[in-house]
């Protein structure tokens, strides 16, 4: 394709979009005479296409990052967060899950093979009865990394409860006994027979 005369009103609307374009860029301007010498016809608003496209794509990925960043702050838990609030939180999270028991049970003395993992029996709190709450099986869980008995109660009802008994180390030792809600479960804390107690039911 042989180029446009010197004086072709298209080759005159090129250069001028291409100047336009690199007036922007750090090009000398030697290098620009040169781009624009070299410029064949039917090329119009290449450049600046090109600079759109570009720019679309910058935009993109500022929201994109914007977007992720915001994500992982919002996942990731408050540096002030305390053991308290970190420990209702995981337990009202794990109620929320309704796990089938792995050790079928209607008495505790039925869960006293749990020892060998958890280092202690699970055991009946005082006032469940009371409470009429049975006991309906347990399965192994985590709370804060400690080794718990995560066990299924239900009361008269038939609504589900989950009672956890964890031994608490380092981690666990500065727990308050406490009532609280963590997003419509209702969680109580307490120690009793050397464990850390939670129980929790769907508000």
């Not at 239900?154 to 031994?167: I, K, N, S």
Request: proline share 7%; hydrophobic share 45%; glycine share 6%.
């Amino acid at each position: 394709m042989n180029p446009s005369p010197p004086d072709s009103p298209m080759r005159g609307d090129v250069q001028e979009q291409v100047r336009a374009y690199y007036a922007g860029q750090t090009l000398r301007p030697e290098k620009l005479d040169a781009v624009l010498a070299d410029l064949p016809s039917g090329t119009a608003a290449l450049a600046p296409r090109r600079r759109t496209f570009s720019s679309a794509w910058a935009v993109a990925a500022s929201v994109a990052l914007v977007l992720v960043v915001g994500g992982l702050w919002t996942l990731r838990p408050s540096a002030d967060a305390s053991p308290t609030s970190l420990v209702a939180r995981e337990i009202a999270l794990n109620h929320t899950k309704a796990l089938t028991p792995d050790h079928p049970a209607e008495r505790f003395e039925q869960l006293a093979s749990m020892r060998d993992k958890l280092g202690f029996a699970p055991v009946e709190p005082a006032g469940l009865a009371e409470r009429g709450l049975r006991l309906a099986g347990a399965r192994y869980c985590s709370v804060q990394g400690c080794m718990a008995a995560q066990v299924s109660v239900v009361d008269e009802r038939g609504e589900a409860w989950t009672l956890y008994q964890v031994r608490p180390d380092e981690r666990l030792a500065t727990l308050d006994e406490v009532s609280i809600a963590v997003d419509g479960v209702d969680v109580e804390l307490w120690r009793e027979a050397g464990l850390v107690m939670g129980l929790a039911r769907t508000r």
